[in-house]
Structures are given as structure tokens and as C-alpha cells.
């Protein structure tokens, strides 16, 4: 396995990239050089102004060391709302693909209807009217994201349904409930795992969204919520907003790299070179 | 294709239906109420309050206001706004076509840049233009909009200073006919440069991929054993396949270009709806919020649609 | 020498990539006179699509390297340019692919996509003529009319076969190619085909190389064979004379492994052991590790031995050093 992981370079540095990523957001408070809640008293200084790397902001805030904490609520954003979609994408594409018939009809047509909603205003509407702790924020892009992995879901059990040795557990009288969760579930996995990469990347690129139009949660270190306060400094501290924004950059960009190699890996078809 | 064309138009029909319940659901269940904010913090008169619920027929059940809505929305009257006191559709068609410009010149253009830069990366792959096109691609693709917005009003108003920060217009002159054009023009740059380079990952991807799948398939081999010249394959057969999963991202690019406009109109102060649903929600400002939101569900099902039926125009097989 | 049509001589083929290079053909020698059916059988990976695409000159110019010589219509193929070679396809030399579902344009009529192929060498043709011309086609082929004017996946992949085949019928070429062209169809479909082109070749006086694994499929319609293993030709003769006594001991394990529908009951035979790595150049005989007769001799690699009646064999069995 170690080979195939060095040997398929967007996977090696996409697995790089997030062990990277987890060092950060673990030891934040030890490799920030000040506490990201710190209101000091150097305001608004420039780069390596006063020992702060990247300068401060208005509160007297370190920059470097509200980047490097930030990691940590990106990462959880990432990681929870892309639980909740993945599980909810799972099950329902499960059962879509696996019961088939008229269930699958119906679930299919809700998933097409869902896809067409404008989600990022239906998110927007959410988190305006109902509060905008970090958590509401997660849940909400959970429940609005689930449905490219219940296509791929229903995809897979659609085939797996087909496959032997479902066949054979059905003929030895296992219910429905118990195949689709022993079997169908485990098996068809794969590709909603590595789907729920891009979902994790979209995730943190919304919640920085929602923090910049001032819908984020403000106790909480965000980049989205830098960039949102940088934008009133963008000609006399244009540091504030920069880094932020180009430490999201390196996040989603690694999340990617790990989506793709995790295709990669699980469909080594390559489409070059013609070969008979 | 009668068939197709009719299942489409009841799905998109539904989809409105749908998205209009749950947003008019969400939105009045939601704790906060436009009556708080006409009412002002302080106050909070009992007697006034229910003057002004019964005034804006807040204090029916829920489903009388649903169907009320409904009636008055279909002959074109979508309420009027509860805080700024105007009838809502003039609100929207006063901003829609500043919005209108920014997305169709944007989605227009992204699938243009894009694409070619997709197919040319694909016939020259694994050069080295393959290998700048596809990391500029990767780059743009992992960008929030709204931080690549400001990064260009950096570089080009601030340092460089030669493009205007923010505005449709300049609001101290006022220009009328070609330099009236040329100035929304020069406002238009940096927004919709930033859409555009949003947006050109998509459709950079699904081009390449495209081109290269088409590139191998059988009818491409039998047709150059019949001596077919490479620019007749190019032109005529392996871009009619190639084009048709471009022309779906082109419905799903502009449905998010729609939703998306949003962010980049809040940093270039474009006059647009964008900017005036954000207003809209902070203000818990109902009839402005559910007259937007059902235009922009309109629109996104109306590009869905005609999308589709394109797609089926260009492709035989989808018709049966 | 004008009955010759194709003649290829010490023809190779290697695949070249970063890695390694897999030589898929290997010496090969074989003519082909005018109104004949040259069958070429083999089993997956025998190199005979190889030859063929080869041949056609249709393999990535990057990773291929073909050395030898193939003189068709006194021309030699593997030299010329590919503006030549534009003149040749399609008016001279055709092909028939197997894969039919896909071989034609999915988002073209098969109308325009007929035209466009016809155009490329009569360039002022209309589209009346083209017209006429290709249904007399599809008439030979026992399709209607109508098919001309439908769309690729409007019909069956039998029917899509015998399009491909009236296609490559368009200009009269000199020769055609059929490569595994019946491979994908269902037994039925395959003898009517068969009989079609066949009947066809006698009114066009057409030349036919037909590629494929199914001794059946030669021996009812070609009447010379060419045996391949791991991209050499271990057998060529005439189809009656091979068919009913085959020399080379992997021809015999052939013919003895396809189930006669006649006689009693036997087990299947097939041939022990694998097909043998073609990226590495062997000393000897190339199929003495699975020969049952193979002998000390074939430690060292058997020469081309020819026979009577244009009959050749690469086996130490027949002669050459003993």
C-alpha cells in the first residue's frame, strides 16, 4: 500500500499535505508564537513588525497566530459537515439503489429536485434566521451537500445488488435492513469516501463564505472571518485578508490532491496512450 | 422528444414548488420578525406590534399567507417590502439587470476561456502547456471567490490603479451613450475577471477529459482509416462529441454564478440583487427575500430546462 | 507478378514505451494474390490485430516501431508518407473493425458521416451519388434503405456490422480487412455475414484479409490460413490443406481443441501453459515450452521451412537441421 500511495503523486502529497495539516491544527498552540486571542497592543503592524510574521490587526491580533489556530476550525468545518453529508448521502443512496423500484424512483426524483435548490441561499437563509454558532454552520452544510454522495451511493448499490454474493445472503433469508448494512454499505463506500474530499474543500470554502458576507461565527478564529475583516483594511493593511485567504488556498488545494488521488487509486484506468 | 420536453418542464415546475415552500417555511419559522426591525430595538408596544401585524397580515396561520402570496405573486405583484415600503418587484427589476450583466457575461465568457484552454490542453497533452494549464486550473479551482475579488482590487486598483475599486459606474461623472458603455465597462473588468477565473476550472476539466475520451474512441480510429484529413476529425466529429458534457457544466456554471453573484457584488459594491437578498436577510425584510429567492428559482430552473433541451437537441440518443 | 496484391517480408512490430519494448510481431512473411481470403487466426495476444493495424500504419507513430517491408499495389507501405498513405486508405485498402456499437459517430446520421467518408478521395461528389452508390451497398449487405438515413444507435450490433462492412466497400478497394469483425455477433448473424461477404467478394473482385480466433469463421470462408503465436507465423497454407492435416504441433493443439459437433462425446483438449512473455527476445522456438514434441533442437530457433503448394512451417519437425 505504500507503494501505490508514493507512487501516485497527487495522493503522496495530498496524504503529505493533510498530515501536515492535522501537525498544525494539533499543535497550534504550540507553534503560534502568541495567543490568537491576544487584543496586544502592537495594532495594525506590518510584516515582521515587532516580531509578528505577518503582521497584526486592528485588536492587536498576531496574524500568523490566528492563521495557524484557524486551521483548527477549518478542519473541524471540514471534517464534520462532511460526516454529516457523507452519512445522509450514504444512507439515502443505499437505500435508493439497493430497494430499487418505485422507492428509488421516488428518492431519485427528491435528490434531482434537491440538486436544483440553490443551496448557498438556502444556507444563507438558515444561518441568518436560526444563529450563526460554528456548529449551525456545519450542520447546515451537512444536511444541504448530501446528495452528490447519495448519486454515487445509489450508483454502486445499484450494481452491487447484482453481485453474488448479495445474492446469496438474500437466498439464505438475511433481511433487507441486514444486507444493505453489512454488505451493500461497506462495499460501495469507496467512491463516496473520496467524494467527500471535494465536500470537505466546499465546506471550508462556504463557511468562508458565510463568514466574509458576516455570517460566521465571530468567536470563533476563522479565515473566512480574516478576510471578512481585512476587506475594510484592504488598502492601508492589505496582510489581514492576504494570508487568510492563501492559507485556504493550500487547504482546499490539498484536499483536492487526496480526492484525486484516492480516484486515482481506486480506478487505475489511465486514458493515455492508445494501446491495441 | 415531445415527451422529454414536457417531463422537463413538469420537473422544473415541481422543482419551484418545492424550493418555494421550504424557503417560505424557513423563513417564517425562523426566530426574528421584519416587525422587530420596523419597530426599532427599544421599543417593543404591544398594541403597535399588533397594528403593524395586522397591516402586513403577519398574524394569519401560516397557510393562508402561503396561498395569499401565491395568488398576488402569480399576477406579478410580489408584495411589498416591509422595510423600505416599495413594491418588491420594482425593487428587483431596478437591480436585476446589473446582475444579469455580471452573470451572463461571466458564465459566457468562462465557458469560451475555459474550454479552449481544455481542449488544447488535450491535444497537446503532457506538454508543457498541459502541465501550466492543468496547475493554473487546480490553483483557481481551490480560490474563494470573494478573497481572489480583493486580491484583484490589490493589484489593479490599489497598486497598479488602473481599474476603478468598486461601482457600476462612476458615480461623480455622469457619462450617457459610448462612454456611459465604456465605463460600465471599465467597472465590469475586475468583477467579472474574478467570476471568469472561478469558473474556468470547471469547464477547463470536463473539456480536456472530454476531448481525450472522445480522442480515443473507435469511430475516431475508423475515420482515419478512411484518410479523413486531422482538422475534418478535429472539427466536425471529435468536437461535436466532445462538446456535449460542456454544454450540462454550462447549466451548472451559471445556476451558481446566480447564487454565487452574491459575494462578488458584496465586494465590488455592485448594484445588484446580490446585495440586496443580503440586506434583505439582516433585515428579516419577508416579501423582498421570498420575491428573490423565487426569481432566482425561477432562473435556475428556466436555465436547467433549456439546457437540457439543448443538450438533447445536440445529442440523438437522449431523445428516446 | 501483377496477381500479387500484398506481399509483406520480414515485417516487425515493437511497442516502445519508457519502460520496455514488446516485440508483438516478429518476422512475419506472407503474400497475397488477388481473389484471395487470407485468414489469420490466433489466439488474444498473438500479435494478429497488431499485424494488421501495423500494416494499415493506424498504430501511435511515437510507440511503435515497424521494420520490414509490405508491397501492396507496388508500393511499400511502411515507407510511405502519411499524405501517400491518405491516398491509399479507404480506395485501396479498407478496414472492419470488431467493437461495432461504437465504430461510427454517435451524434452523426450515418448519411453524413458516409458522405463525408466517400468525399475524402471524390471530393465533388453529390449527394445523390453517394446516395445511390451506398444503398446498392446496403442491399449487398441485406439492410433496407431507410438505415441510411438513421442514427448509429438506432440499430442492432448486427446491423451496425454490416453498415461498417458496406462502409469499407465504398470506393472498391483492392483489399479489405476484416479484424474480428464477427466476433461481436451472435453465431447466426455471423454465418449470414460470412455468406455475404463472401458472395460480395466474387461480384467486386475483392481481396479479403480476415483476422480472428475462430478457425470456424476460416474455414468457411477463406481459403488460405496463416497461424499466429506470440506475434509469429508458425503455419501458412491453403485452407484445405492445413485444415485437414495441420503440421505445426500448436496449429494441431488448435484444431484439436474446438468441439466437433459430431462423433461421440470427447473431453476438451486445450493447450497447456501461458502465453509467453513478449517483451523479453527468446533463443529458441518461441512455442517449445508448451510443444508436446519438442525436442532438444528446439532449444535453437526453427527456421521457416517451405513446403509444397505455397505451404510454410517455422518447426524443427519438417526439415532444416536435424
Redesign the interface.
Known amino acids: 500500500m505504500i507503494r501505490t500511495i508514493v507512487n501516485d503523486k497527487q495522493l503522496l502529497f495530498g496524504i503529505l499535505g493533510l498530515i501536515f495539516l492535522l501537525l498544525v491544527a494539533v499543535l497550534a498552540p504550540v507553534i503560534a508564537p502568541e495567543d490568537p486571542y491576544y487584543y496586544g497592543p502592537d495594532v495594525l503592524n506590518k510584516l515582521g513588525e515587532n516580531g509578528h510574521l505577518l503582521g497584526t490587526n486592528k485588536m492587536g491580533q498576531d496574524i500568523f497566530s490566528m492563521i495557524i489556530h484557524g486551521t483548527r476550525t477549518s478542519l473541524k468545518v471540514a471534517v464534520i459537515s462532511a460526516f454529516i453529508s457523507g452519512i445522509l448521502g450514504m444512507l439515502i443512496g443505499g437505500v435508493a439503489g439497493y430497494f430499487g423500484g418505485q422507492v428509488d424512483r421516488a428518492i431519485s ?1 427528491f435528490i ?2 434537491f440538486m ?7 444556507i ?3 444561518i ?4 450563526n454558532s460554528i456548529y449551525n454552520v456545519m450542520v447546515v452544510i451537512g444536511i444541504t451537500t448530501w446528495p452528490s454522495n447519495a448519486k454515487l451511493m445509489r450508483a454502486q448499490a445499484l450494481s452491487l445488488r447484482e453481485r453474488t454474493f448479495v445474492k446469496a445472503a438474500t437466498a439464505m433469508g438475511e433481511s433487507r435492513l441486514q444486507i444493505l448494512f453489512k454488505y451493500i454499505i461497506p462495499n460501495g463506500v469507496f467512491p463516496v469516501i473520496a467524494n467527500t474530499t471535494v465536500g470537505m ?1 466546499n465546506a471550508i ?1 462556504t463557511e ?2 458565510l463568514s ?3 455570517l460566521g461565527d465571530p468567536n470563533i478564529i476563522s479565515w ?1 472571518q480574516m ?1 471578512y475583516d ?2 475594510a483594511y ?2 492601508s493593511a ?1 496582510w489581514i ?2 494570508f ?2 492563501i492559507a ?3 487547504t ?2 490539498i484536499f ?1 490532491l487526496l480526492g484525486d488521488g484516492l480516484n486515482h487509486v481506486m480506478n487505475p484506468k489511465r ?6 | 422528444m415531445r415527451k422529454y420536453l414536457v417531463k422537463r418542464l413538469l420537473t422544473g415546475l415541481l422543482t419551484i414548488v418545492i424550493a418555494f415552500v421550504i424557503n417560505f417555511l424557513i423563513i417564517n419559522l425562523a426566530p426574528g420578525d421584519p416587525i422587530k426591525t420596523l419597530m426599532g430595538k427599544e421599543s417593543d408596544d404591544p398594541v403597535l406590534r399588533a397594528a403593524l401585524e395586522e397591516k402586513y397580515g403577519l398574524n394569519k396561520p401560516l397557510h393562508i399567507q402561503f396561498f395569499s402570496y401565491l395568488k398576488t405573486a402569480m399576477r406579478g405583484d410580489l408584495g411589498i417590502s416591509i422595510i423600505y415600503n416599495r413594491p418588491v418587484a420594482d425593487m428587483i427589476a431596478e437591480k436585476l439587470p446589473a446582475t444579469i450583466l455580471l452573470v451572463l457575461t461571466s458564465g459566457v465568457l468562462s465557458l469560451i476561456i475555459g474550454t479552449a484552454m481544455g481542449i488544447v490542453a488535450a491535444r497537446k497533452e503532457g506538454t508543457f502547456i498541459d502541465v501550466l494549464f492543468s496547475g493554473f486550473s487546480y490553483i483557481l479551482n481551490s480560490m474563494p471567490s470573494f478573497w481572489l475579488g480583493l486580491m484583484l482590487i490589490i493589484i489593479f486598483s490599489t497598486v497598479l490603479n488602473i481599474l476603478p475599486t468598486y461601482g457600476m459606474t462612476d458615480a461623480r461623472a455622469s457619462y450617457t451613450g459610448m462612454a456611459y458603455v465604456l465605463d460600465v465597462i471599465k467597472h465590469m473588468i475586475l468583477p467579472v475577471g474574478t467570476l471568469v477565473l472561478i469558473e474556468i476550472p470547471m469547464y477547463y476539466r470536463i473539456a480536456k477529459s472530454s476531448v481525450l475520451q472522445v480522442t480515443n474512441e473507435d469511430y475516431i480510429l475508423t475515420l482515419r482509416a478512411t484518410g479523413m484529413s486531422e482538422k475534418k476529425i478535429f472539427n466536425k466529429y471529435i468536437f461535436r462529441n466532445a462538446i456535449l458534457p460542456t454544454v450540462t457544466i454550462f447549466g451548472i456554471s451559471l445556476a451558481y454564478l446566480i447564487t454565487g453573484v452574491s459575494l462578488i457584488e458584496t465586494v465590488f459594491a455592485w448594484p445588484g440583487t446580490g446585495r440586496l437578498v443580503l440586506t434583505a436577510i439582516n433585515q428579516r425584510d419577508y416579501p423582498t427575500l421570498m420575491g428573490i429567492y423565487l426569481i432566482m428559482s425561477v432562473s435556475i430552473a428556466v436555465v436547467m430546462i433549456v439546457v437540457d433541451i439543448v443538450y438533447a437537441i445536440l445529442d440523438p440518443r437522449i431523445r428516446y | 507478378m501483377d496477381n500479387v496484391i500484398l506481399d509483406v517480408r520480414n515485417f516487425n512490430v515493437t511497442y516502445v514505451n519508457k519502460y520496455k519494448k514488446v516485440y508483438a510481431v516478429k518476422d512475419a512473411n506472407f503474400s497475397i494474390n488477388r481473389g484471395d481470403s487470407l485468414g489469420i487466426v490466433g489466439e488474444s495476444g498473438s500479435g494478429k490485430s497488431t499485424m494488421a493495424m501495423a500494416l494499415l500504419r493506424l498504430l501511435p507513430e511515437k510507440s511503435t516501431e515497424i521494420s520490414g517491408s509490405a508491397y501492396f499495389l507496388g508500393k511499400d507501405l511502411v515507407k510511405l508518407s502519411e499524405e501517400e498513405l491518405k491516398k491509399l486508405r479507404w480506395k485501396e485498402l479498407s478496414v472492419v473493425f470488431q467493437k461495432s456499437m461504437n465504430s461510427l459517430s454517435p451524434v452523426h446520421r450515418i448519411r453524413t458521416q458516409v458522405e463525408d467518408i466517400y468525399r475524402v478521395h471524390n471530393p465533388k461528389a453529390t449527394r445523390e451519388e453517394i446516395a445511390e452508390r451506398f444503398i446498392h451497398l446496403l442491399k449487398l449487405v441485406n439492410l433496407s434503405d431507410r438505415v441510411y438515413n438513421l442514427y448509429p444507435h438506432e440499430l442492432s450490433g448486427g446491423m451496425l456490422q454490416r453498415v461498417s462492412i458496406a462502409i469499407s466497400l465504398i470506393n472498391n478497394p483492392k483489399l479489405l480487412i476484416m479484424d474480428e469483425a464477427t466476433t461481436a455477433l451472435d453465431v447466426v448473424t455471423q454465418g449470414q455475414i460470412l455468406d455475404e461477404v463472401v458472395k460480395m467478394e466474387k461480384e467486386m473482385d475483392m481481396t479479403r484479409i480476415m483476422i480472428t480466433h475462430d478457425m470456424s469463421v476460416v474455414a468457411t470462408s477463406c481459403n488460405k490460413v496463416a497461424v499466429m503465436y506470440a506475434g509469429e507465423i508458425m503455419e501458412l497454407g491453403y485452407v484445405k490443406d492445413v485444415l485437414k492435416k495441420p503440421m505445426h504441433p500448436y496449429t494441431k493443439g488448435l484444431m484439436a481443441s474446438f468441439p466437433s459437433l459430431k462423433g461421440k462425446k470427447e473431453k476438451l483438449q486445450s493447450i497447456g501453459g501461458f502465453l509467453p512473455d513478449l517483451s523479453k527476445k527468446y533463443e529458441g522456438c518461441i512455442f517449445a515450452p508448451r510443444c508436446s514434441s519438442a525436442m532438444d533442437i528446439c532449444q535453437k530457433k526453427p527456421p521457416v521451412i517451405e513446403m509444397e503448394n505455397g505451404r510454410t512451417v517455422r518447426c524443427h519437425l519438417y526439415g532444416g537441421e536435424r
Open positions: 426524483e434531482n429536485i436544483m435548490l440553490p443551496t448557498f441561499f438556502l444563507l437563509l438558515i441568518a434566521l436560526f444563529g474543500s470554502l468562508a463564505g466574509f458576507l458576516g473566512g478576510i481585512g476587506k484592504l488598502t492589505w485578508a492576504t487568510a485567504g485556504i488556498v493550500i482546499v488545494t483536492y486514458s493515455k496512450g492508445k494501446g491495441v
